[in-house]
């Protein structure tokens, strides 16, 4: 697999140009861009280079087809420094097993020794950036509240495990993105886990994207002392083991969320336990407009896609659609009437009895939260998070979402 050389951040702004679902949020000493929501379009195909082709220009179009779609599956926490250099590229998107014709089960070779079945670890994403001169640890959108968690716990270990932690970030960190899961029962999603694990389960080269091999993984974990995710099945799967009988017994298990399929030349595919997707919801919690609109928030949709059929998964593209839509026209008008206040009025009393007596209600506390320096954006998905417990809680923040409804 070729993955794109990315060096700094005009490598990737043109190819998500007009592409609403791709964020590029900046902050304090960085900026981030992902992807908020998958379409259809989002993520296209990758074109075929190893067909001949009578016309060279026709290969010279596939290359670069081949390239925009492999750059738009890098915009998945991609994070530059205040000068637009990469400073961190964790996992490019990749997608569950039989979901997309390039992930069907005939299409990968189990015959050889260049794979190795990973457990796939429920927690929360988790790799050390170095940002202006220090590691700080990061979710996909940066320092967030699970990243805190994972520093908090990273802070509490006896001091040579802690420090075997920051010798691997020192040694690596600056050319490599190290990627962890962190369980733990304080963001637990399905499986428990009783004691909370900062867990290493890939690197990955900043600027060529290529993945360390497992092999090479396990080695460097091992001088460092510090976890890393283990193989499963062992002999479940027997001596002559095909993608297709693999997902037959991964599907069975019982107490894990899957399996991650990998590959030596990079490739990788997610093959879910069925008892995992069943706890996790799937279609029935999806009726729901607030189970919908909460695992959209909270980034867990992409999970119950490959479990719907075409015509409910359109109904859903629709919505999540217009949900983007509305909480962009959000920002928008937060960010107007905030600036607004700013410039009318010069102490906070004043702009506090303005936005009392002449804003929304609805829109009172977000400006608030703007006048303590808090990302818009952010505030408005954790404002929609806390009101999913029930359908009035929706209806009331409907005009937050744009008006869209789930029908």
């Not at 080695?219 to 037959?248: R, Y």
Request: charged share 30%.
């Amino acid at each position: 697999m070729i993955f794109p050389n990315i060096e700094r951040i005009e490598d990737v702004l043109p190819h998500i140009e007009g592409k609403p679902e791709f964020v590029v949020a900046e902050r304090e000493g960085f900026t981030v861009i992902n992807y908020m929501v998958a379409f259809d379009t989002t993520f296209p195909d990758i074109p075929d280079l190893e067909a001949k082709f009578l016309y060279i220009d026709e290969f010279d179009s596939r290359c670069e087809a081949y390239e925009h779609a492999m750059m738009l599956r890098e915009c998945r926490g991609l994070m530059f420094d205040r000068e637009g250099k990469l400073i961190s590229r964790p996992y490019a998107k990749f997608f569950n097993i039989n979901e997309r014709e390039e992930t069907q089960d005939h299409r990968f070779d189990l015959s050889g020794d260049d794979w190795i079945a990973l457990e796939k670890l429920d927690g929360s994403f988790i790799r050390p950036v170095r940002i202006d001169g220090l590691i700080r640890l990061c979710t996909k959108m940066g320092i967030t509240e699970q990243s805190h968690q994972a520093e908090d716990f990273l802070e509490g270990l006896e001091d040579e495990q802690k420090d075997n932690y920051f010798k691997f970030f020192e040694s690596y960190v600056d050319h490599f993105t190290p990627v962890f899961e962190f369980c733990s029962r304080k963001n637990q999603v399905v499986i428990d886990y009783p004691e909370d694990a900062l867990v290493l389960t890939a690197m990955r080269h900043n600027r060529t994207g290529e993945y360390i091999r497992y092999k090479t993984l396990r080695l460097i974990a091992s001088v460092f002392k510090i976890p890393l995710v283990e193989p499963l099945g062992g002999n479940e799967f027997g001596p002559d083991v095909t993608a297709k009988s693999m997902v037959d017994v991964v599907r069975q298990w019982l107490g894990v969320e899957g399996v991650v399929l990998r590959f030596d030349d990079g490739r990788m595919v997610k093959i879910k336990a069925l008892d995992y997707c069943e706890k996790h919801g799937a279609k029935d919690a999806l009726l729901l407009e607030k189970n919908l609109l909460r695992f959209y928030l909270a980034g867990k949709l992409d999970d119950y896609i490959p479990l719907l059929d075409d015509q409910f998964r359109a109904r859903v593209d629709e919505y999540i659609g217009a949900v983007t839509n509305g909480i962009e026209s959000t920002v928008w008008q937060a960010e107007s009437t905030f600036r607004g206040v700013m410039n009318c009025y010069e102490t906070r009393k004043d702009r506090a009895v303005y936005i009392n007596t002449k804003v929304d209600p609805l829109y009172r506390s977000l400006i608030f939260s703007m006048m303590d320096g808090k990302d818009t954006r952010k505030t408005i998905i954790s404002k929609l998070l806390a009101n999913t417990g029930s359908q009035t809680q929706v209806d009331e923040m409907r005009p937050l979402i744009g008006g869209a409804k789930w029908a």
